[in-house]
């Protein structure tokens, strides 16, 4: 059944937290939850040292990667000692509110409202307290590959939805 979630297209995320003087950063998806309050969601590995950071300091960023950041994506999933953005060599964003991936597509900075434990991931709930988009188009995963976004399809009318 895990199987079939891989024809599910997603933004690819990079998930980033610092507490302590350490930063890390982790490869992951992301949802909205909640237009209002604006919510979104991310999954993090329970052994994750971006998790721990998470919950240390009660806040993360999650980095929408722009279509041509996909090897970003591949170093921010690799495992680091210490600080991911350094030894990996992904370009930083260094903002007082948290450290994001510079050039990324959209970037959010959430304050952790809420932290499911699932048997392999923790699902984190965040509130987003602020935002810079950019203006190029989003990464995404699906079917196993990364893509690019693609055309927008004109319709008669747009549904009535907030996204």
Avoid: K, N
Avoid at 73 to 90: C, K, L, N, W
Avoid at 103 to 118: D, F, I, K, R, Y
Avoid at 137 to 152: H, K, S, T
């Amino acid at each position: 059944m895990s199987e079939s979630l891989a024809a599910l297209p997603l933004p690819v995320a990079v998930v980033a937290s610092a507490a302590l003087g350490e930063r890390s950063c982790s490869t992951g998806t992301l949802t909205y939850v909640s237009y209002e309050p604006p919510l979104v969601a991310t999954p993090l590995a329970t052994t994750s040292r971006t998790l721990a950071l998470v919950r240390e300091s009660g806040t993360f960023t999650l980095s929408l990667l722009a279509d041509d950041q996909a090897e970003v994506a591949v170093r921010a999933s690799r495992r680091s000692e210490h600080d991911t953005f350094a030894e990996q060599g992904i370009p930083l964003l260094d903002d007082d509110r948290g450290p994001a991936v510079a050039g990324a597509s959209l970037v959010l900075w959430c304050a952790l409202e809420s932290a499911t434990e699932t048997d392999a991931a923790v699902l984190c709930v965040g509130r987003v307290e602020g935002s810079r988009a950019g203006e190029r188009e989003p990464l995404l995963r699906f079917g196993r590959r990364y893509r690019a976004l693609g055309e927008a399809v004109e319709v008669a009318e747009e549904a009535r939805y907030p996204l």
